[in-house]
């Protein structure tokens, strides 16, 4: 079938698979190849949208007045002498907070319970975690299975195994923005704390220091003043105290009858060695043996070592943290880039192990009752995001004792700009910063996907030792990997789906690399009898759990999706993985296809080759890049505050980045390079939105403010409009010397005594400045040349990507056991080879690179800045017209209509540049 589709080559692949793979087959004979139908005369959308990346979450309840708000000033308690000190009270702390413990901790946010029923509605957190209902045997997995029954592990065994679920994350690339954290404040009644632990008395609500709080400032004298100097009170629970007890009670009683698990703990704390480690997982897990690289790595994080670890996806990397979070006194603290993926990551958490997330779009409650649990040694396991990092409260929690003992990174290659899927958040985890702010122990950096520039990075910012690498192949060798070349893809695509092997399989994945693809792509496929959902981030975040949770209970056969749809899904049987569009990267790919054969058993992958996508895709890996002269402009604005050093300064991100064309992303990039580049010139903090406008309901103005410090501060910031006060918000802040949180907090108060109300608007980047550059043309000559490094980089990548495809279909001798369409041995002898650092695209002698000039470009360039003449051009803005990329400054809604947008797409982005240039000059030199 693939040959007929493709190549014209008639090979059966039936009996290639069992040549090439000892991998279990599905057990399915190939039927005949039908014979190829007559090409429809298909014509799609040409106008495909680019992926648009989530928004957070926004959340509905109303905010109520926090007892702790603006009372950083006091101090946490003590923490109470058993949590975390003693190590041998581990065991003991595991059995206090059990399986039903575990799955409480992990519930009582309410943003949590939300995420786990917008995943499975059927799931009903109330009546699987308020307790004292009467306890069915292991709660935790029964939970977990209520939720997310769907994707069965099969290869479990299923005897010893307590049946777990996976949950399946829905994945998608947040933006920096999306992700960053957002301060939530309180709102609403205890409705999300549903159940509220009071483990070791230690249940009452307190407060943080933070860094401001310990500068006495008027306001924060006026604040004591006003209080009478009295702490806040804490909120007593006598209801949430009482489930608490009752609940520990019972897994007290529970921990009785499991005391073969405390016993493994215990003996492999003392001794790890493989036997111990071998039976607890017996015991946790039911697996009867470590795969590949797990023993190694759980040995040397026990041992307290950093540790780099490489293993292919599904390989199970999880079990190289949790199983020495069970064994260290400390907490371990997991890194993870997704929302979704820490929820599924914490959801197949073992039951003895209580977990917890921090995560932006929890309230300021579910944060501090997280805090607490932390507190109060009821979490071994904590997930956050790397923007968490910016969160001073956050870091304080550590200061006051809390053991680290260690911090996994998952997904660690986003810490390198090279690799394919950098973040810059992840820039801040350098081994510097986690061991001087957190005093952490050890670091384990886990991926599937690093090239060997990218290990170098990774080792050397989070100071690995090069012992302690742990690399098996990147691999699978059960995946059958096809690549042709392909004219009409979606005739293509329906013609696959309707032979063998895939006419059989009961879960695929169709890639796509627009979010409008992935939706026409699946109503023709509905429409030819295919049931089939799209899936991409642009679709509301409910719309994509429905999807999700349909395929993983496999009454979708078809997802069509953009890389969203990825990282972390576990569901085990996906038989087929297809690229309709060109990865972006090899490593894109693996990921990819790694969603395919998770159990182990045959899986195949086809990709369709088709250059115009490349092209297009290559074209937008240039929507990043800046000119130097906007980027001095830029870092001219982010230095301008008046007060400079020491003053909180914010910049609106999106006007800001409609002022300078540039992305918003890159824009917070520059910022994280400004703050842990070689020279710290800033601080960033938690990112807010600081532009708000006043309303007085009460008092007068005027009266307010003789009483109020902080309305006093308004009054003489605002700007007076329609009647209303209008202020930025970091200006009450600088001028009150206090944080941009504490003026939130204050008006927040005042807001609920019913004196005023307030809209704030212009998300914006925060921060304080340390130090002013001496020399901003060279910093700003140094940050874009990184920048066109890390641009550059990515465009090998595609090029090393197409490279591989385009040897397949044209360069292939089929001698290595090749055959037809189906090209595993040479793919995976170029990913070796990339991963290895010996690839070089000239192998192939096929690379199709863009063309390097066209007769009619200079002409066309001179036309369109005459017809334009009234908009500022830079070279990177006509070049982008030209190519068809929407920019902050150029967006396609205004752009998209011009005659000459994306029409020299297959000319080389640099040369296209060049032309602008020059005519650009020419324009000046005539004064036009
Ligand atoms: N030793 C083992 N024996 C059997 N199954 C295992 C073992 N270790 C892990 N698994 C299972 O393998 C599956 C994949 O594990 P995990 O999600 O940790 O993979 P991963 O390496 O993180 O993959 P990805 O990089 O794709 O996210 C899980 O269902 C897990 O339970």
Redesign the pocket.
């Known amino acids: 079938m693939y040959s007929q589709l493709v190549d014209g080559d008639s090979d059966s692949e039936g009996s290639l698979i069992s040549d090439i793979s000892a991998s279990p087959p599905r057990g399915r004979s190939p039927s005949p190849p039908p014979p190829p139908p007559p090409p429809p005369e298909h014509r799609p959308n040409p106008k495909h949208t680019a992926t648009v990346k989530p928004k957070p979450p926004k959340s509905k309840a109303k905010p109520k007045l926090a007892a702790s708000a603006c009372t950083a000033a006091v101090s946490p308690p003590p923490l109470p002498s058993a949590a975390l000190s003693d190590p041998h009270g581990l065991v003991s702390r595991i059995a206090a907070a059990p399986a039903l413990v575990t799955a409480t901790s992990t519930v009582s946010s309410s943003s949590f319970r939300r995420l786990v029923q917008s995943r499975n509605p059927s799931f009903d957190p109330a009546a699987a975690f308020s307790a004292p209902t009467p306890a069915p045997t292991l709660a935790p997995t029964e939970i977990a299975t209520a939720a997310t029954a769907q994707c069965p592990?099969p290869?479990?065994p299923p005897q010893t195994r307590p049946k777990r679920v996976?949950p399946n994350s829905v994945s998608e690339v947040v933006p920096p923005a999306a992700e960053a954290e957002q301060p939530k404040r309180p709102r609403g009644g205890a409705e999300g704390n549903f159940v509220r632990l009071n483990i070791n008395g230690y249940g009452r609500r307190r407060t943080f220091r933070n860094a401001q709080a310990r500068r006495p400032t008027k306001y924060r004298s006026w604040r004591r003043q006003r209080h009478g100097g009295a702490k806040p009170q804490g909120r007593g629970d006598e209801e949430g105290d009482f489930v608490a007890e009752a609940m520990i009670e019972r897994e007290k009683k529970r921990a009785g009858g499991d005391g073969g698990v405390l016993e493994a703990v215990e003996a492999a704390r003392e001794d790890p060695s493989e036997q111990n480690l071998e039976n607890l997982?017996r015991i946790i897990y039911g697996?009867n043996?470590?795969?590949e690289g797990?023993l190694e790595a759980i040995q040397k994080v026990v041992a307290g070592e950093s540790t780099m670890l490489v293993?292919p996806?599904?390989?199970?990397?999880?079990?190289c943290y949790q199983v020495p979070a069970m064994i260290l006194p400390g907490l371990t603290l997991v890194v993870s880039p997704l929302l979704s993926l820490m929820v599924d990551q914490l959801m197949k958490l073992p039951a003895f192990l209580p977990g917890g997330f921090l995560a932006s779009n929890q309230t300021s409650d579910e944060f501090h009752e997280t805090l607490q649990r932390l507190r109060g040694g009821e979490i071994k396991v904590l997930f956050v995001s790397p923007e968490r990092f910016l969160n001073e409260e956050f870091l304080l929690i550590f200061r006051d004792g809390l053991q680290i003992s260690l911090v996994a990174i998952d997904e660690a290659h986003c810490i390198s700009e090279w690799s394919h899927n950098f973040r810059p958040s992840y820039l801040r985890l350098r081994a510097s910063l986690l061991r001087r702010k957190l005093n952490v122990q050890s670091i384990l950096a886990m991926t599937?996907t690093a090239t060997t520039q990218t290990l170098e990075e990774i080792v050397t910012v989070l100071e690995i030792p090069s012992d302690n690498l742990i690399k098996t192949s990147q691999i699978r060798d059960n995946l059958q990997l096809f690549i042709s070349m392909s004219n009409n893809r979606l005739k293509d695509l329906l013609l696959l789906l309707k032979a063998s092997p895939f006419v059989d399989m009961k879960s695929i994945i169709v890639y796509c690399k627009f979010q409008g693809e992935t939706d026409y792509v699946s109503k023709y496929l509905c429409d030819n009898n295919i049931t089939a959902k799209s899936y991409h981030s642009g679709l509301l975040m409910k719309n994509r759990n429905r999807v999700q949770e349909l395929f993983c209970s496999n009454k979708i056969r078809v997802v069509v999706a953009t890389v969203a749809f990825g990282m972390?899904l576990?569901k085990?049987d996906v038989e087929g993985v297809i690229h309709y569009s060109l990865p972006e990267s090899l490593e894109e790919y693996i990921q990819e296809t790694?969603r395919a054969g998770?159990d182990g058993r045959l899986s195949y992958c086809h990709l369709f080759l088709d250059s115009t996508t490349f092209y297009k895709s290559r074209s937008l890996l240039h929507s990043d890049g800046v000119d130097e002269y906007a980027m001095s402009k830029f870092l001219f604005q982010v230095f301008s505050c008046e007060n400079s050093v020491g003053c909180i300064c914010s910049l609106v991100k999106e006007s800001t980045s409609r002022k300078f064309d540039i992305k918003e992303e890159v824009l917070f990039t520059v910022l994280t390079q400004l703050e842990i580049g070689g020279q710290q010139y800033l601080r960033l903090l938690p990112q807010f939105s600081v532009t708000c406008t006043l309303y007085f309901h009460k008092t007068s103005p005027q009266l307010l403010a003789d009483k109020d410090v902080l309305v006093r501060s308004v009054l003489d910031k605002s700007e007076t409009k329609g009647g209303h006060f209008v202020f930025d918000m970091t200006k009450v802040a600088n001028d009150l010397s206090i944080t941009v949180n504490e003026v939130f907090d204050h008006l927040q108060q005042l807001k609920f005594s019913g004196e005023i109300s307030f809209e704030l608007k212009d998300p914006a980047c925060i921060y304080v400045i340390l130090k002013k550059p001496d020399d901003l043309n060279a910093l700003s000559a140094d940050i874009t040349r990184w920048l066109s490094e890390v641009e550059n980089s990515k465009i090998s990548k595609l090029d090393a990507m197409f490279d591989l495809a385009n040897f397949a279909v044209k360069g292939c001798q089929r001698t290595d056991g090749c055959s037809g369409s189906q090209h595993t041995p040479c793919i995976q002898k170029k990913i070796i080879q990339y991963f290895s650092k010996n690839y070089s695209t000239s192998d192939s002698g096929q690379c199709t690179q863009p063309q390097r000039g066209s007769p009619f470009l200079q002409a066309d360039i001179k036309v369109f800045l005459k017809s334009n003449s009234f908009a500022k051009f830079t070279p990177r803005a006509v070049a982008r017209i030209m190519h068809g990329i929407s920019s902050p400054a150029f967006p396609s809604a205004t752009w998209s209509k011009n005659h000459f947008w994306g029409r020299y797409l297959e000319v080389d982005f640099p040369v296209v540049m060049e032309a602008a240039k020059a005519e650009l000059v020419k324009l000046v030199g005539k004064g036009e």
């Open positions: 592990a290869d479990a996976h997982l697996y043996s470590f795969r797990q293993l996806t599904g390989a199970g990397k999880s079990l599937a972390g576990d085990s790694g998770r």
